[in-house]
């Protein structure tokens, strides 16, 4: 459950106790060089995104992979300095039957 003074944007110097990487970039603050913002966001395919691209696959084509990125493990990555912050795997095949669970938005909980 997101609480109501959930942080979604950038912090701005707001001290933060929480953050929860999700499919969207995250306030943060940077354990390595401490700077604050929003992370960046590298994906990769997961095993929910595999299962998608091969249901209509039965059809002949498999069209659903790269437009499917909501459903690929994002990985959250410091502009600043450039290292890996956290990551948000999505294993589960049966996701791919859940839509409102396919874009997740990351936010922090102000401390």
Not at 17 to 41: E, H, K, N
Not at 61 to 87: E, I, N, R, T
């Amino acid at each position: 459950m997101i609480p109501p003074n959930a942080v979604y944007g950038d912090p701005k110097g707001i001290p933060l106790q929480q953050t929860m990487f999700r499919d969207t970039p995250a306030p943060f603050q940077c354990v390595y060089c401490g700077s604050s913002g929003l992370t960046t966001i590298r994906s990769k395919p997961s095993l929910a995104a595999a299962v998608g691209c091969m249901m209509p696959f039965m059809l002949g084509v498999c069209f659903l992979c790269p437009s499917m990125d909501c459903l690929w493990h994002k990985y959250h990555y410091c502009p600043s300095c450039g290292q890996k912050v956290a990551d948000f795997e999505k294993s589960d095949p049966c996701l791919v039957m859940d839509p409102p669970s396919w874009r997740e938005p990351s936010f922090a909980v102000p401390a």
